[in-house]
T-cell receptor, first 115, second 113 residues
Framework: GAVVSQHPSRVICKSGTSVKIECRSLDFQATTMFWYRQFPKKSLMLMATSNEGSKATYEQGVEKDKFLINHASLTLSTLTVTSAHPEDSSFYIC???????????FGSGTRLTVV | QKEVEQNSGPLSVPEGAIASLNCTYSDRGSQSFFWYRQYSGKSPELIMSIYSNGDKEDGRFTAQLNKASQYVSLLIRDSQPSDSATYLCAVVPGSGSARQLTFGSGTQLTVLP
């Protein structure tokens, strides 16, 4: 089945620094990937839709300058949390849909802690 | 009104019983429906997908879809303690080109040994 690899799985960073999270589709091409954020005991909140070769589409209330998304190839999307603050601490999850197959495969998630 | 709503739970069932999870959605044009299972601290994993009215069975899991009532459910037969997790209903809205998933708030299921 389709596999999505997400790295790192866990990261601790200092306030003010930037963190990059990678999401790769390993055995299929994904023109579109999705980035979610999840707070404890809450559901997944869509942050943005990442489009290969073009700008990401951000959901209302998500700061595009803070959460930089790059989808430079058909198998890789990255999310960079810039100038991180403690309130950015969360579980970030990417997802990709294999065209023509249906179903959405999720990466294993990244637990970000900003101290 | 939330786009995807699930019974809030938590839901507890004894081992071997049937667990019933329910979900309603607001976009009548929605065509794709999914159930995901999420263990604490992990990312969601796909349990079932359903696209047409009726029942779809896969092992101990049965998904049921009723588009007229805008309702989708998941039945878990012979529930096992390992089924204890949060179950997320997800829907792809009918409009929009990106076809992103919209999630319900999840139902926490506990299967008691």
């Amino acid at each position: 089945g389709a596999v999505v690899s997400q790295h790192p799985s866990r990261v601790i960073c200092k306030s003010g620094t930037s963190v990059k999270i990678e999401c790769r589709s390993l055995d299929f091409q994904a023109t579109t990937m999705f980035w979610y954020r999840q707070f404890p005991k809450k559901s997944l909140m869509l942050m943005a839709t990442s489009n290969e070769g073009s700008k990401a589409t951000y959901e209302q209330g998500v700061e595009k300058d803070k959460f930089l998304i790059n989808h430079a190839s058909l198998t890789l999307s990255t999310l960079t949390v810039t100038s991180a603050h403690p309130e950015d601490s969360s579980f970030y999850i990417c997802s990709a849909r294999e065209e023509g197959v249906g179903g959405y495969t999720f990466g294993s998630g990244t637990r970000l802690t900003v101290v | 009104q939330k786009e995807v709503e699930q019974n809030s739970g938590p839901l507890s069932v004894p081992e071997g019983a049937i667990a019933s999870l329910n979900c309603t959605y607001s976009d009548r044009g929605s065509q794709s429906f999914f159930w995901y299972r999420q263990y604490s601290g992990k990312s969601p994993e796909l349990i079932m997908s359903i696209y047409s009215n009726g029942d779809k069975e896969d092992g101990r899991f049965t998904a049921q879809l009723n588009k007229a009532s805008q309702y989708v459910s998941l039945l878990i037969r012979d529930s096992q303690p390992s089924d204890s997790a949060t179950y997320l209903c997800a829907v792809v809205p009918g409009s929009g080109s990106a076809r992103q998933l919209t999630f319900g708030s999840g139902t926490q299921l506990t299967v008691l040994p």
